[in-house]
């Protein structure tokens, strides 16, 4: 590759609007507008705008059919080819994508662009007033990206186990037993990471939730702050009713230097890495790892020559403590240490398939606060059924690649048989409490036979229930049959 094809983050911009009158904040396709506007004044060229060829979008609660081609009229870029990732798409992919288009001579100019005005809908809906939205349809985006696969299994669905809080939550308290942690040890370690995203959203003024709050106030279940599934209080979770929007600005070396930006403002995208293997769950034999992501984490620290110590910034992506607590095992990082520069999706905000986004753009401005430093993003798609990362420096990279770890993560990845009939004695490889009214409702349990098969089951009975929360359950022997009981 030569030199003046190397890929540079120039511009980046972040909206959070918040407002006491919801009918003030602007729609989605409105909120990215001005996201991309500010990356083009960040960049210090507005002229970076009509010479993109390419605005690639992440899917999210709106229905703009192609929201790259309205964002193309609104800004100039009528030449722009436009990019529609669905839901299941690593937003690491759309930024490898962008980087590898340069460092290949297809493109000069791309914009990374997504966004949410999902609290402005809510509150308007529940007023009882009209959401204005552009309607766009029949129009189609030049590519749309899709996944190859289901994110769910089909016992999952039948038993009502779809809520990522649910599924999230069996894989924190697999990890737990994996770990021979008490319940009490293992609400407080929750307690200590979430504590430290919010010390961190505090001080962000980009963060959708600032309020101060304690490691006991976030992980013990109250009146507003309800239990959803065991451990996972509302604090715990990702709160998606926000209205953000993040946008970068990646252009070629040449043309940000014949634009005479400024270069000690670039940060350059030196690797991405992403395995898009896909398993659903209950077919994981190991619930508490992920052996995408180490994979994933071993090849972007062997491109960089050097160990996670010597990376200055993390984040890691951050929809649920146990997507964290998995990604810190597979990083080698100390569980103390800070793992975000947004605050996470709890309090910095979860704009559904955009929060990469705009961690990419918190963590440029980080690495330009402090010249010289390394940043790594994460980024997963599902239940920690995708896995990326982004490795972000100050020096140009003549070998940019955009790699793919998918056929080692295949390898690596070992699987079980889910037999929604099975029955026997079994063993609980992991479970929780779901207290949702409208999905599963009860000990959500994951059971392993001996013959290595295993099964799911739902149970409603209150005084398991109450026994999950106050024992552990993970290791006990199950009788299987029409009902459940315990040796």
Request: include cysteine; charge should be negative.
């Amino acid at each position: 590759m030569q030199a003046e094809r190397i890929p540079v983050v120039v511009g980046v911009g972040a909206v959070n609007r918040q407002a006491e009158d919801p009918q003030t904040i602007g729609e989605p396709i409105v909120l990215m507008e001005e996201a991309i506007r500010l990356a083009a004044q960040d960049a210090g060229a507005e002229a970076l705008l009509a010479g993109a060829d390419e605005i690639i979008v992440p899917r999210g609660f709106w229905a703009y059919s192609d929201p790259g081609r309205l964002l193309a009229e609104r800004i100039g870029a009528a030449g722009a080819r436009t990019v529609l990732a669905e839901i299941g798409i690593l937003q690491s992919s759309l930024l490898g994508r962008a980087a590898a288009g340069i460092a290949a001579g297809r493109s000069e100019v791309a914009i990374l662009v997504g966004g949410e005005a999902h609290d402005r809908a809510a509150r308007l809906g529940r007023a009882g007033k009209a959401v204005p939205l552009t309607v766009q349809q029949g129009v189609a985006p030049d590519v749309h990206l899709e996944p190859a696969s289901e994110i769910m299994g089909r016992h999952e669905i039948e038993l009502g186990l779809v809520t990522p809080t649910i599924q999230y939550a069996v894989i924190d308290n697999a990890l737990r037993f994996a770990e021979g942690k008490s319940i009490a040890e293992h609400k407080a370690e929750l307690g200590a990471l979430w504590g430290d995203f919010n010390r961190v959203a505090v001080g962000n003024p980009q963060a959708w939730n600032r309020k101060p709050m304690t490691p006991e106030e976030i992980v013990t279940p109250t009146d507003a702050n309800r239990l959803l599934a065991f451990p996972y209080t509302k604090h715990l979770v990702s709160q998606w009713n926000v209205n953000q929007a993040g946008a970068l600005v990646v252009c070629s070396l040449a043309k940000a230097r014949q634009l005479g930006l400024d270069a000690k403002r670039f940060v350059f995208p030196l690797a991405v890495v992403d395995s898009e293997h896909m398993v659903t769950l209950s077919e994981r034999r190991a619930l508490a790892r992920s052996p995408g992501f180490e994979l994933v984490f071993a090849r972007l620290l062997e491109r960089f020559g050097r160990g996670v110590e010597a990376i200055d910034a993390i984040e890691l992506y951050s929809c649920f403590p146990a997507a964290v607590r998995v990604q810190q095992r597979a990083l080698g990082v100390a569980p103390e240490r800070r793992v975000t520069q947004t605050g996470g999706m709890t309090f910095g905000g979860g704009p559904l398939n955009n929060f990469v986004i705009q961690s990419f753009v918190q963590m440029i401005e980080t690495l330009r606060a402090k010249p010289g430093s390394h940043g790594v993003v994460s980024a997963v798609s599902g239940l920690i059924t995708k896995q990326g990362a982004t490795l972000f420096g100050p020096e140009p990279s003549l070998d940019f690649a955009h790699e793919q770890v998918t056929d080692a993560a295949r390898r690596a990845q070992a699987t079980v048989v889910v037999d929604p009939a099975a029955t026997g004695r079994a063993r609980v490889a992991s479970y929780t409490v779901s207290q949702a009214k409208d999905v599963a409702n009860g000990v959500a349990l994951f059971l392993d036979f001996e013959d290595g098969r295993r099964t799911l089951r739902v149970d409603p009975d209150p005084e398991l229930a109450a026994l999950a929360m106050r024992e552990e359950l993970c290791g006990r022997t199950v009788e299987v049959g029409s009902t459940l009981r315990f040796a």
